[in-house]
């Protein structure tokens, strides 16, 4: 297993829009291990494939205290969103930030397992956070888009300062 670079806002391939996964093989499994590694090691509780540079409908959540419940999604489709919840997200693509976004309650998704098995998954609270905000990432969004324009452009010139004054 490896552990992947994250792409740091505002890098622009975040703003890619991911295709979706063909095949369920061997690479793809080594590519969910790697992913696991690197969300574990952050350490975060989800990751999008988006965030690791590449650019397929492949995400995966951990929300487990004890760290060992990891969930793949793989072609996740929204099937019904319902109610409303606020909640002080994060992203380890722009770290440090954390900041409230007003998100569905629940919602059903529809995806692919890493067998390859298609499973429907009723989401309520962080769960249906945080596969709102990973989806967000397959669709070449960042959370940060949901805040104003002036907390955007702070923590844009925020993390670029950060990423100029980081050692090579
Ligand atoms: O997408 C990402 O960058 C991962 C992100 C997921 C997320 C967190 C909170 C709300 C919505 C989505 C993170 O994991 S940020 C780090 C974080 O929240 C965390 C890290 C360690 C322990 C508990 C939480
Ligand atoms: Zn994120």
Same mark, same amino acid.
């Given at each position: 297993m490896a552990i992947l670079d994250i792409l740091n806002y505002p890098d622009?391939?975040?703003?890619?829009? !991911?295709?979706?996964?063909?095949?369920?093989? !061997? =690479?793809?499994?080594?590519?969910? @291990?790697? *992913? !696991?590694?690197? *969300?574990?090691?952050?350490?975060? $509780?989800?990751? !999008?494939?988006?965030q690791v540079n590449h650019h397929i409908q492949l995400l995966i959540i951990d929300i487990s205290e004890t760290? @060992?419940?990891l969930q793949v999604f793989i072609n996740p489709r929204i099937l019904e969103k319902d109610g409303?919840?606020?909640?002080?997200?994060?992203?380890? =693509?722009?770290?440090? $930030?954390?900041?409230s976004v007003t998100r569905a309650e629940k919602v059903v998704v529809e995806a692919m397992n890493?067998?390859?098995?298609?499973?429907?998954?009723?989401?309520?609270?962080?769960l249906s956070v945080c596969?709102?905000?990973? *989806? @967000?990432?397959l669709l070449?969004?960042?959370f940060v888009e949901y805040l104003s324009p002036l907390k955007r452009t702070r923590i844009k010139n925020k993390m670029l300062k950060q990423q100029r004054n980081r050692p090579m």
């Open positions: 622009p391939r975040l703003h890619t829009v !991911a295709k979706p996964v063909k095949e369920v093989d !061997a =690479s793809l499994r080594r590519l969910i @291990d790697d *992913m !696991a590694e690197t *969300m574990y090691a952050a350490p975060g $509780i989800g990751l !999008a494939a988006t760290k @060992d419940q409303e919840q606020v909640y002080e997200e994060g992203c380890l =693509s722009v770290p440090g $930030i954390y900041d890493e067998k390859g098995e298609t499973f429907k998954l009723e989401a309520h609270g962080l596969i709102q905000h990973e *989806m @967000d990432h070449g969004k960042v």
